[in-house]
T-cell receptor, first 115, second 113 residues
Framework: AQSVTQLGSHVSVSEGALVLLRCNYS??????LFWYVQYPNQGLQLLLK??????LVKGINGFEAEFKKSETSFHLTKPSAHMSDAAEYFC?????????????FGKGTTLSVSS | DGGITQSPKYLFRKEGQNVTLSCEQN?????MYWYRQDPGQGLRLIYY???????QKGDIAEGYSVSREKKESFPLTVTSAQKNPTAFYLC????????????FGSGTQLSVL
């Protein structure tokens, strides 16, 4: 069975600093990997996803993530944090081409940005 | 505009009462999902449905029931058997199950009186 582990339930950075949110996955077959963002009292929005092909994936709002099979990781980064990036971030995995499955989410990382 | 609508935004349940959360989508998506969100626990899958008149249990289905009589609707009933129902409930849909992007509703906060 696949699973996702997000390292660090809370990350704090200063405005303009590098953002790094960590995600490791476990899957017996090639996974699809996702990062979602959730603002307070709202649903989730897709930031980016990896399916196949290029391992460096660019998403919205300046975020990107790199799929590293050897490290089973899919860490999310942004070169320069903005106050509006403060939110909760979820990493998720699903099985490649397997019908009848749903996304499995990590427990989330809350990002705080200070001025 | 296309999207997913959850209602109500806030819901209160009395002891021994069943309550139903509504989820409607006009995206023409085949797959729909219900997740429960608790602080520090992320999202946990309750039920999902790939097509009309079919649905599967997720990781925490006990105390919940669903129906999928129409493509656009996937209501969730929280029964009296669910002893700890207080949570934020999120409905989502996707074009098909598995790999596709999920579109989320804005959620329902359920609390026990």
């Amino acid at each position: 069975a696949q699973s996702v582990t997000q390292l660090g339930s809370h990350v704090s950075v200063s405005e303009g600093a590098l953002v790094l949110l960590r995600c490791n996955y476990s899957s017996s077959v090639p996974p699809y990997l996702f990062w979602y963002v959730q603002y307070p009292n709202q649903g989730l929005q897709l930031l980016l996803k990896y399916t196949t092909g290029a391992t460096l994936v660019k998403g919205i709002n300046g975020f990107e993530a790199e799929f590293k099979k050897s490290e089973t990781s899919f860490h999310l980064t942004k070169p320069s944090a903005h106050m509006s990036d403060a939110a909760e971030y979820f990493c998720a995995v699903s099985l490649l081409n397997q019908a009848g499955t749903a996304l499995i989410f990590g427990k989330g990382t809350t990002l705080s940005v200070s001025s | 505009d296309g999207g997913i609508t959850q209602s109500p935004k806030y819901l209160f349940r009395k002891e021994g009462q069943n309550v139903t959360l509504s989820c409607e989508q006009n995206l023409n998506h085949d797959a729909m999902y219900w997740y429960r969100q608790d602080p520090g626990q992320g999202l946990r899958l309750i039920y999902y449905s790939q097509i009309v008149n079919d649905f599967q249990k997720g990781d925490i289905a006990e105390g919940y029931s669903v129906s999928r009589e129409k493509k656009e609707s996937f209501p969730l009933t929280v029964t009296s058997a669910q002893k700890n129902p207080t949570a934020f409930y999120l409905c989502a849909s996707s074009i098909q199950g598995g790999s596709e992007k999920l579109f989320f509703g804005s959620g329902t906060q359920l609390s026990v009186l």
